[in-house]
């Protein structure tokens, strides 16, 4: 029951630049900040992105994040076989009171 | 090291109830929150609900009020989940996650629950 869209896939080459939507509503991405994760297969969703566009310590600099209204974008700049993953972008819901997840976006390098 | 350690696999029958545990080190326990996420085979990631283990104080879910308890002891800086009435559409891995820092900073490594008769 996600109700923040993502599209299924994208791709690009290595060193290419791939962009990733995140759509919401007034309730959520609109009202409050947006995280994005990055969750390699098999392992447990890693933090890439919170409060709309800070990087934790660790998290390069190709990684970034946006929110225009009631939407959200990850940019992975310099794309890199291993960023080959599923990332997933979540924000708080004021009328649901509760977290809501993106519905997953799988990368893939060509 | 801030890290999270959860309990291992199970395996249920429908109607069963289950416990997972998440025992958090490297940080003050009881100055974060801590969410439950879990994700079904294939499927994306779903919030099921937190709680503050400094207070206790939980909220949930919609979807799983009444059927989620999260409970702590901050003797052991440990949290637990007990899902009940599972039913096949429970099969998942159960993920903690606390918010030390920022939110959903640090996960825990998951716990596959199966339920199956």
């Known amino acids: 029951q996600s109700v923040l869209t993502q599209p299924p896939s994208a791709s690009g080459t290595p060193g290419q630049r791939v962009i990733i939507s995140c759509s919401g509503s007034?309730?959520?991405?609109?009202?409050?900040?947006v995280n994005w994760f990055q969750q390699l297969p098999g392992t447990a969703p890693k933090l890439l992105i919170y409060?709309?566009?800070q990087r934790p310590s660790g998290v390069p600099d190709r990684f970034s994040g946006s929110k225009p209204g009631n939407s959200a974008s990850l940019a992975i700049s310099g794309l890199q076989s291993e960023d080959e993953a599923d990332y997933f972008c979540?924000?708080?819901?004021?009328?649901?009171?509760?977290?809501?997840f993106g519905t997953g976006t799988k990368v893939t390098v060509l | 090291q801030d890290q999270l350690v959860q309990s291992g696999a199970e395996v249920k029958k429908p109607g069963a109830s289950v416990k997972v545990s998440c025992k958090a080190s490297g940080y003050s326990f009881t100055d974060y929150q801590i969410q439950w996420v879990r994700q079904a085979p294939g499927q994306g990631l779903e919030w099921m609900g937190r709680i503050n283990p400094n207070t206790g104080d939980t909220n949930f879910a919609q979807k799983f009020q009444g059927r989620v308890t999260l409970t702590r002891d901050t003797s052991i800086n440990t949290v637990y989940m007990e899902l009940s009435g599972l039913t096949s559409d429970d099969t998942a891995v159960y993920f903690c996650?606390?918010?030390?820092?920022?939110?959903?900073?640090?996960w825990g490594q998951g716990t596959l629950v199966t339920v199956s008769s």
């Open positions: 996650a606390s918010s030390a820092g920022f939110p959903f900073a640090y």
């Open positions: 409060s709309n566009n």
């Open positions: 979540a924000a708080w819901d004021d009328s649901l009171n509760g977290y809501v």
């Open positions: 007034s309730s959520n991405i609109g009202s409050n900040t």
